[in-house]
């Protein structure tokens, strides 16, 4: 997520310290973060976290767009396997998922919305997605039979139960099982 146009360097600087700040406070503590702890952390006054975020769950809803936009760009593109890039950006989803369990439930505390809070980010990872599945299918590397509304009840599964899976080994092998089963051939 971009700082808004027209601030000035500094006002950046501390906006970003602040995100910075607000993502480990509240992937640490939960929806029970204090917004002084953010502002300890970031090294800022409360009024500098109140000026660029007027509420919790305004700060909360952009450390949300901020990761999303960032899993965006670290999507893969034009792997030589698309394949293979279809499994690793899916396998980082899941493993944000995992990692991030605290954001879930600060969510679910705060009652925020990811859809109604980034549509344009949430669907930019589904069109990804779509364009990973289409090129493995072009390729033949994924069932044909298989299309993005599958694959995304897929994803939400293997996502939440990644949130309650601490053994990172559980996970790769219940991911390996789920992408032998989208293999084409299969």
């Known amino acids: 997520m971009t700082a808004p146009r027209g601030l000035r360097a500094d006002a950046r600087r501390n906006r970003e310290r602040v995100l910075e700040a607000a993502e480990s406070v509240f992937g640490e503590q939960g929806a029970s973060a204090s917004t002084e702890e953010v ?3 970031a090294g800022v006054g409360i009024g500098t976290v109140f000026r660029h975020f007027p509420t919790k769950e305004a ?18 593109a034009g792997s030589d396997d698309p394949r293979v890039a279809f499994e690793a950006f899916f396998t980082r989803l899941v493993e944000e998922a995992a990692a991030k369990k605290a954001f879930a439930d600060t969510m679910a505390v705060l009652s925020l ?21 289409e090129a493995a299918q072009t390729a033949g590397a994924l069932r044909e039979d298989v299309a993005l509304p599958e694959i995304m009840v897929l994803l939400a599964g293997a996502c939440l139960a990644a949130e309650h899976t601490p053994d990172p080994a559980l996970r790769k092998k219940s991911l ?10 299969q």
């Open 113 to 133: 919305d990811v859809k109604a809070t980034a549509p344009a980010v949430g669907e930019e990872i589904r069109r990804m997605i779509g364009a990973l599945l």
């Open 59 to 76: 700060l909360y809803e952009a450390i949300v767009v901020r990761r999303l936009t960032r899993l965006v760009a670290e999507a893969p």
């Open 39 to 41: 502002a300890r952390r």
């Open 176 to 185: 390996a099982l789920l992408f032998d089963g989208l293999r084409a051939g």
